[in-house]
């Protein structure tokens, strides 16, 4: 019998493969002492040997795949494996004292660990970090248990875990992952919007997935509906075959749009642009046919590595995107790290709400040795292209301020440097605290742009957790709260001749974007892989009517008022 799990529809698409279970081993032992030590140092170093054959391997692996930069990790991990510092007290330990292979290892390696981490050296850190991976990787082997391993999979696989950290999504591998699901997280979550700009089917916030499925079960992922089916029949596997063959069929027939222009019935153009996360999207946004990049997440760029990437690293990446948008306007967001968006090298201390906390220009502003870096690399680049710049997470005024300052200064450095700088630089903030769209109209006398960032302004305006599966009913794009911020910010740009965009996961959705349009939004960014869709549904709205129907949405009680509104208004369309 099947077995149908439902959860929240994240990424488009039908995938239909066998489940690889991306979870934590148990990798608890029973003894402690051995009677055989000499057996046990040979079990000790046969694991060694298949942890090196392996790491290897993954090493190789990622340097195909990702870069030397991301390979770099998996040599520190081989460093460890032969240090003698490190292998001769546990084999000491084992013939000296009698230790089973399991103990030793564990308790030398926490030796170092613990010593590694009180120090306040960065790099010593990290080594403690490198130990602790290693560490397990040998613990697996001398308990013969299976650490999964996505990045070395050689066939097709739907990878199921409880959940998967932004940088687990980028280090999938697309040729063989066809989909994935998690126990937790929101459609706005980090890792479903990177499966979108991966083209991999996803359903997040299942609760307990992971409780139904073993490894190899065959399963079917409905990112469409949020639907996965665990072990389907016959007739499930054909039925679901023919959805993916239509959803193929359609993705191929929105390629016709690909050039044309974003123009209503009654005339008016939108502009659609897309979000990226790296560079390596950019061909997702040549080939979805974007107007220009609204939303550059600079934060992978500093994430799934161990230190930070230097000012020229940083250029490099921000001169490559504007070369390629060739003229094209990107705006290019400064650093948001945060809430889902971790930097373990950081070492930042942890909080109790980390999407309240100590995040983007917060940590920014105090810590200009992070932050003019950034600006400097971004301000060489600015001649390569159309740029602008974006601060996220802005609260107050004197927040932009501060970081304007901080950036007028970095241009006169690099004047002085006799280095070019472009003149024509735009200025914008992202609006997704309620309290900053609250005062927009004193902002709009200060900032050249708005991008209205819903992701969080909608968990903030709701106090509903994005990540949080159980609050998500509360989640609701739609709540006429909502529509009203997203009015006032659009308004108060209009009054001082300014734009507003939106870059969060809500400028995308089908049943807003008929809102948004009639609210007045002037450029729409979104995941490229739905950008098409949205053209052809812009294509057959009318801008007077969509203001009708917005203006109506506004004052509804409750979200379902409004979910009924749209759908009457736009049957012929949606
Ligand atoms: C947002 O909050 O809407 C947004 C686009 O930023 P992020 O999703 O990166 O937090
Ligand atoms: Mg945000």
């Known amino acids: ?26 990798l608890s032992y029973s003894h402690t002492t051995t009677e055989d030590p000499a057996g046990e140092v040979q079990k000790f170093n046969d694991a060694l ?28 991990h081989l460093l460890v494996l032969d240090d003698p510092e490190l292998i001769n007290p546990i084999e000491s330990m084992i013939k000296d004292d009698s230790a089973s292979a399991p103990h030793a290892l564990t308790e ?6 613990t010593i590694f981490e009180s120090m306040d050296n960065e790099y010593m850190k990290e080594r403690a970090a490198d130990i602790r991976d290693v560490s397990k990787r040998v613990l697996a082997h001398i308990l013969g248990v299976e650490l999964p391993n996505p990045s070395i999979v050689d066939e097709s696989v739907i990878i199921v875990a409880h959940d998967l950290t932004p940088s687990d999504t980028a280090q999938l591998n697309k040729q063989y992952v066809q989909g994935f699901v998690t126990n937790i997280g929101g459609r706005t979550s980090h890792s479903a919007i990177m499966s979108r700009s991966l083209e991999i089917p996803a359903v997040v916030g299942t609760k307990a997935v992971t409780k139904s499925v073993q490894n190899g079960d065959m ?18 596997v054909r039925a679901y075959q023919q959805k993916r063959d239509m959803f193929f069929e359609d993705r191929e027939a929105l390629k016709q749009l690909r050039d044309e222009a974003t123009t209503t019935i009654d005339g008016k153009h939108v502009e659609l642009a897309a979000n990226i996360g ?48 060739d003229g094209k306007r990107v705006v290019v967001r400064t650093l948001d790290i945060g809430g889902d968006k971790e930097l373990p090298y950081l070492n930042l201390p942890e909080e109790m709400n980390p999407f309240l906390g100590y995040r983007a220009i917060r940590l920014c502003l ?15 680049a600015s001649v390569y292209g159309k740029l602008n710049i974006m601060f996220p997470m802005v609260a107050t005024v004197q927040e932009f301020r501060d970081a304007k300052a901080l950036l007028l200064e970095e241009k006169e450095n690099l004047k002085s440097e006799g280095v070019e700088v472009s ?10 605290i309620p309290s900053t769209a609250a005062l927009a109209d004193v902002f709009a006398k200060e900032v050249d742009f708005f991008s209205i960032g819903t992701n969080d302004l909608i968990q903030y305006t709701m106090a509903a957790d994005r990540m949080s599966e159980r609050v998500s009913y509360l989640y609701q794009p739609y709540n006429p709260s909502i529509l ?39 450029e729409f960014s979104m995941s490229a892989t739905s950008i098409l869709k949205a053209r052809r549904q812009i294509k057959g709205l009318s801008t007077t009517e969509m203001t009708q129907l917005a203006d109506r949405a506004m004052n509804c009680a409750t979200v379902d008022e409004v979910v009924t509104l749209v759908k009457d208004a736009t049957s012929k369309t949606l």
């Open 219 to 236: 399963i079917i992922v409905d990112g469409l509906t949020g639907d996965v089916i665990i072990n389907p029949s016959q007739d499930e």
């Open 484 to 522: 009203r911020l997203v009015k006032q910010v659009i308004d108060a740009s209009h009054a001082e001749g300014k734009w507003t965009g939106m870059c969060g996961e809500m400028a995308g959705d089908e049943t807003a974007i008929p809102l948004l349009l009639g609210l007045g939004l002037d």
């Open 366 to 380: 105090d810590q200009p040795d992070i932050f003019r870096p950034q600006l400097r690399a971004l301000l060489r």
């Open 423 to 432: 003149d024509d630089i735009e200025l914008g903030i992202m609006v997704e």
């Open 49 to 76: 040997n298949n942890a090196k054959v392996e790491l290897t391997k993954i090493r190789n692996n990622a340097e195909e795949q990702l870069g030397p930069d991301k390979a770099a990790i998996f040599d520190a």
């Open 1 to 26: 019998m099947s077995e149908l799990i439902k959860g929240i529809a994240a990424s488009d698409g039908v995938a239909i493969a066998k489940a690889y279970m991306l979870v934590e081993p148990d």
């Open 278 to 325: 790296t560079p390596n999207d950019l061909e997702g946004v040549k080939n979805n046919g974007a107007e220009g990049i609204g939303l550059y997440r600079t934060e992978f760029l500093y994430m799934g590595r161990d230190n930070m990437p230097s000012e020229d690293e940083q250029f490099e990446a921000y001169k490559k995107v504007l070369e390629e948008m």
């Open 108 to 113: 030398v390696t926490q030796n170092f660990i």
